[in-house]
């Protein structure tokens, strides 16, 4: 059975500041034929253009937090949506604020969309399983910076299992059933039993997970929640010789950003948000890779799929 699209392609991974061609965040993560767009910094729609990003396969909008670099694209590709005549809906979500001050951008300038503009605020950061669809299901992740800020964590959903056909046999589970026990539901027969979907099914591959830690201090509260987990995005702003610079600015350091891939045992850590003070990249993935090996540099383009064997390796 194959296991689908899983990718994450980064078109934003500079800091507040751009710098050496590298646009503010961005990141579209592909889950089977669905498009998921994290942070819309400045610039977002160039390299969606840039980068032959199909932007009508986005419907769903995931903000980190206002600062500018993560959020000032978002009102202009609102309006660009407008502009192409989009008629499917389109959903924001982001912490407590965010409809407020994109439609107050959007009433100084373009005025509402003809399209259908849902927001979504998260008022519970501590791993809130707040989004579901068909390919995906999504929690929020408690960051540590200056103001608000969410991280998010993306668990695949597989939609159709593995029967196990010896159990259904033995169970004398009618073969009419077997469709809604193969897309994962739980059964219940005209006799009054009740059987559990994974007492009838096997999982045909292990299920993919993407965290997204924007603006972070240090901390450990997010481990648990990135145990074992595939790839992690952690922001690598600065140097660890700026260690205090970087908790009085609300970010990490690339050795920071690798300690917590190392405790948390995930399988491999993409770097960026960096800082315009660094021309080349280089100290930034040696620092990272001394104290956790398996990590890839974030860069304009970068795409990084994620199989179910994925080990990070490239």
Partial sequence: MSSGTFEVQILGCGAALPAYNRNPSAHVVRIHE?????????????QFNKYKVK??????????????????????????????NRQEELHVYGP??????????????????????????????????????????VRSLPLKHKITCCGYLFEEKISKRKLDVAALQKLAIPIKMWNLIESG?????????????????????????YAYCSDTVYNEQLIPYLTNIDLLYHETTYLDELREKALENGHSTAKQAAQIAAKAGVKCLLTGHYSSRYDSLDKIIEECQSVFPNTILGEEGKVVQISPEFNGLE
């Avoid at 932007?55 to 609102?78: A, M, N």
């Avoid at 009740?194 to 045909?204: T, V």
């Fill in 55 to 84: 932007r009508s396969k986005i419907q769903h909008i995931f903000i980190t937090h206002l600062h500018g670099d993560h959020v000032f694209g978002l009102p202009g590709l609102i309006t660009s949506y407008n502009l192409i």
């Fill in 96 to 137: 407590s604020g965010i409809e407020k001050m994109i439609r107050q951008f959007l009433s100084y300038a373009a005025g509402e969309p003809r399209f259908r503009l849902e927001f979504h605020e998260i008022n519970n950061l501590d791993g809130d399983w707040f989004f579901e669809d068909s390919h995906v299901r």
């Fill in 185 to 209: 539901h739980d059964i219940k027969l005209e006799d009054g039993r009740i059987f559990k979907n994974d007492e009838l099914s096997i999982s045909p591959y292990r299920n993919r997970r």
């Fill in 34 to 46: 669905q498009s998921y767009l994290v942070d819309c910094g400045e610039g977002t729609q160039f």
